[in-house]
């Protein structure tokens, strides 16, 4: 059947991560692979609460179909708290998504053509690189460090890269490595963007999650051109399985997108954005946040502490200021995939993702055969601390 497949299928390939999360099952293994929220944060009373009011006394406007964009009420409180955030926003500027996943597929339909370049952080996200690659794009990536991606390496790769589409960039408590991008490199990223006349594509579903440090601007909110396309979720902060994202554009690339989503689902679910809407009128999500953050600080904590306390010496990793993820650099040569199958998984029951998947582009230079992504997010104290500890138990043996 092959060859009644278009070409681009090609480019489609299963995700490590979600391969690593059927481990999830086994009640045996402690998984740090997966970016799941904390369930236990889940307001799972409230939620309960507001379905029941909305199929009460909404149900057959909740139950039925709605406009493309979304609906007015949800759209309206998006951009309230993108004012709050420091944007200039109205409902109209919104685009209700599917999860912020679905506006990384809509854009690069929308601005990629086969051989165009995503210019991306390096590694940068794994769902974006399955979103981008269906499309046949090119990659040029951009070195990362502490203070998230390097701007002279942007210029270079910039200058080099005529093809270059758009830049896509997770600034706050990027996934996988947890670094966040400064402000003072958030400014140049937008003024390399004017010069090169580029798109920029910001990716934010972890930006609530700051448990440390001062809150950094958006580079929605900094853009003065309405070049930059702004995702955000409520997917870390409410709950996944809601699938309620959102872009923020200027309308002229709203329009696009919406025409875009209009052709692949029709629309977002009415009744789960009425619901949406309802909890941000009836309940306070910043109170929510609010106790949510404390969480997962004392999770990021418990991790590497014990990291510090039971890795070796040669082993690095981040400690983020927010979000669920740390990035662990092993000795170069290390394979930390056949490390894990080999070693972690039949001794410690121990997995996490090899840090390899997570680069656009593969080569001897890349050299991303010794770095690994780990999530704090859904693991309990006790059963984290026994795992890094039995890890590293291994790591020091071998």
Partial sequence: MEHHFAQRIRRVRPSAIRQLLQLGDDPSITSFGGGYPDPGLFPVAQLREVYDHVLREQGRTALQYTGTAGIPALRAQIAERMVRDGSTCGADDVLVLQGAQQGLDLVAKLLINPGDAIVTENPTFLGALVAFNPYEPDYAPVALDEDGMDMESLEQVLADTPRAKFIYAIPDFQNPTGVTLSTQRRHRLLELAHEHDLIVLEDTPYRELRFEGEQLPTLHSLDTEGRVIHLGSFSKTLAPGLRMGYAVAHRSILAKLELLKLAADTQSSTLNMTATARFLTEFDLDAHLEAVRPAYRAKRDAMVGAMAESFPAGVQFTRPEGGLFTWVTFPEGFDA?????????????????????????????????????????????EQMVAGIRRLGDLLAAS
């Fill in 337 to 381: 995939a056949g490390f894990m199958a080999e070693q972690v998984l039949p001794k410690a029951r121990v997995a996490y993702v090899p840090g390899e998947t997570f680069f656009p582009t593969t080569s001897p230079a890349t050299q991303a055969s010794h770095y690994a992504r780990f999530s704090y997010a859904s693991v309990p104290h």
